[in-house]
């Protein structure tokens, strides 16, 4: 039975093979055919004083020549055309982002698909249609999406526009053109959950994401909604590299080269050239990761060094005290900041740790290199829907501001409605837009006390106890819970009718990592299985 179900199981495999191989002939035949050009001219507009539209990825306008027929998964994967709406007025104000289909496209809107962020894609036709804004230009008119900006406040979108996969070589669709322009309408705000009949967070939050005034639509669009990918961050961030002019002075402090070969105990790692600055003479920049990389160093007296014969740059150089108290030097070759030198300057005596004698080099800059934050794709935010414990949960993802809420005289940022209709949010200060520790309750410690495993514990046991379970049982409170219960009770205790009880979780479950500590006793370190999760 084993055997004919391997064999069934090839076959099935061949078969795959073969239908996608004659379904690559047909497409390759046909898409000889496809003489089709989807584009975007011209400037972009708002209908309105009070918003103002900035291109983030001008140079990403849709502009697809010779296009085919390519499937959701293809279209998703398009580079997108991103934008920025801000309201510059001082008032509240909603706005609605159209599609206007220009009157010298030839293109049915039916044959163009479209995904704005990761709402649900759909072929144009399927949209709701408005009014157009200019007769002169336009013919036809789709809604994308809708929004509200406070005084201030920007929104980020990205939009893609392929063809639609069940296009076939017998549609109208040979040597087409199709033209549109992304157009903003704005008026005052008139939405308000409260004045359409919606009584509670739970069905304003869901009713906000999309300016609607039927929760059951607002939760339809979430679920249709892309799945995110959870491989990278949202927004997708890239790094620039970022060049200026640095004319300053930098010193740098490293060992005595008298010391090199001394015999002196604190000197026994120094060599005759881990002792001076290194210079690297080339760079690369990691644009995923913000850094760079630095090569090629040369170690020599700097005096000997004629800067301006070729680049040299530096990240971060020095002196560490090991704990044996010997002289470790450090030249860094990655950094996020690096320096091109100008000219060697000086060069004094200094000591070490106050101890130790070293010198201290002293160098004029020419250039800094550093790196800008360029978000590719902001698309990947807003409200989704996933399944927890107690049934569907919808959760923020991204850089979103739309998700403050004023409860008990502060400020709070909803971070997801749970399964069971609570609502989740975390502390954001007294004010408005708080940052820092103004967005804090204070600081504290943990636990006051440290030396043994159960500490870990924002409940622990009886820290002379043989067990894990002795020693892991929920008896006596941290430090850090203490502080957080007094809080509450200062501050919430008049409002816990409106408060629901939740676990916190402390998983204190041991690491399955080989010759790992047993949580109880101290001759070896404990790893937790957070520890097997995140490394």
């Not at 804004?133 to 939009?159: F, H, I, M």
């Not at 359409?196 to 609607?212: C, K, R, S, V």
């Not at 060599?271 to 160093?297: H, I, M, Q, S, W």
């Not at 000086?346 to 080099?361: A, C, E, H, L």
Request: hydrophobic share 30%; charged share 20%.
């Amino acid at each position: 039975m084993l055997t004919k179900v391997k064999e069934n199981k090839i076959k099935i495999v061949i078969i795959v093979i073969l239908v996608m191989l004659v379904f690559t002939l047909i497409i390759g035949f046909s898409y000889a055919y496809w003489q089709i050009t989807i584009n975007q001219p011209g400037t972009n507009k708002i209908a309105s004083s009070c918003f103002s539209l900035e291109l983030t990825k001008e140079e990403n306008a849709i502009n697809l020549q010779n296009t085919y027929p390519i499937t959701d998964e293809e279209g998703k994967e398009l580079t997108p055309y991103s934008f920025t709406i801000t309201n510059t007025c001082d008032m509240f104000a909603s706005y609605t982002i159209t599609l206007q289909v220009s009157k010298e496209s030839t293109l049915k809107s039916e044959y163009v698909a479209s995904m704005l962020n990761t709402n649900a894609i759909t072929t144009l036709n399927e949209l709701e249609t408005t009014e157009i804004s200019d007769e002169d230009l336009y013919k036809e008119a789709y809604v994308l999406g809708t929004g509200s900006l406070g005084n201030g406040d920007s929104e980020d979108y990205t939009l893609r526009l392929w063809l639609d996969e069940d296009v076939t070589i017998e549609d109208d669709v040979m040597n087409k053109k199709f033209s549109s322009q992304i157009v903003i309408i704005a008026s005052p705000s008139t939405y308000s959950p409260v004045e359409n009949g919606i009584t509670t967070l739970h069905d304003a939050i869901l009713a906000n994401e999309y300016q609607t005034t039927d929760v059951s639509v607002a939760i339809e669009k979430i679920k249709n909604k892309q799945e995110p990918d959870f491989t990278k961050t949202a927004p997708i961030i890239n790094w620039l590299e970022k060049e200026e002019s640095y004319p300053n002075n930098i010193a740098y402090t490293m060992p005595d080269p008298a010391d090199v070969g001394s015999g002196k105990d604190y000197a026994s790692n120094l060599t005759a050239t881990n002792v001076y600055v290194g210079f690297a003479t080339k760079y690369t920049f990691n644009a995923e990761e913000g850094r760079y990389y630095l090569t090629d160093f040369v170690y020599q007296d700097p005096s000997t060094i004629d800067f301006n014969s070729q680049n040299y740059y530096i990240c971060m150089s020095g002196t560490n005290v090991n704990s044996a108290h010997k002289l470790s030097p450090d030249n860094s070759s990655s950094c996020q900041t690096i320096y091109q030198i100008g000219n060697y300057e000086s060069v004094s005596d200094t000591t070490i740790s106050s101890t130790y004698p070293g010198k201290k080099y002293t160098f004029k800059m020419k250039k800094r290199y550093s790196q800008v934050e360029e978000e590719s794709d902001k698309s990947d935010k807003g409200l989704y829907i996933a399944p927890d414990d107690y049934g569907d949960s919808y959760y923020y993802r991204g850089s979103v501001n739309n998700n403050y809420v004023s409860f008990a005289g502060f400020y709070w940022r909803i971070i997801r409605i749970n399964g069971d209709g609570s609502i989740r949010l975390l502390y954001a200060g007294e004010i408005p837009g708080a940052t820092g520790s103004a967005s804090t309750i204070g600081t504290s410690a943990f636990n006051t006390n440290s030396k043994k495993p159960l500490y870990v514990g924002y409940m622990y046991g009886n820290p002379e106890g043989s067990t894990i379970e002795e020693v892991n049982a929920n008896e006596n409170d941290s430090t850090i819970k203490t502080k957080l219960d007094e809080w509450y009770t200062n501050n919430l205790s008049p409002y816990s009718k409106y408060l629901a009880d939740a676990g916190f979780c402390n998983d204190r479950t041991l690491s399955t990592k080989e010759n790992n500590g047993d949580g109880v006793q101290t001759d070896k370190t404990t790893y937790y299985a957070t520890y097997d999760r995140a490394y």
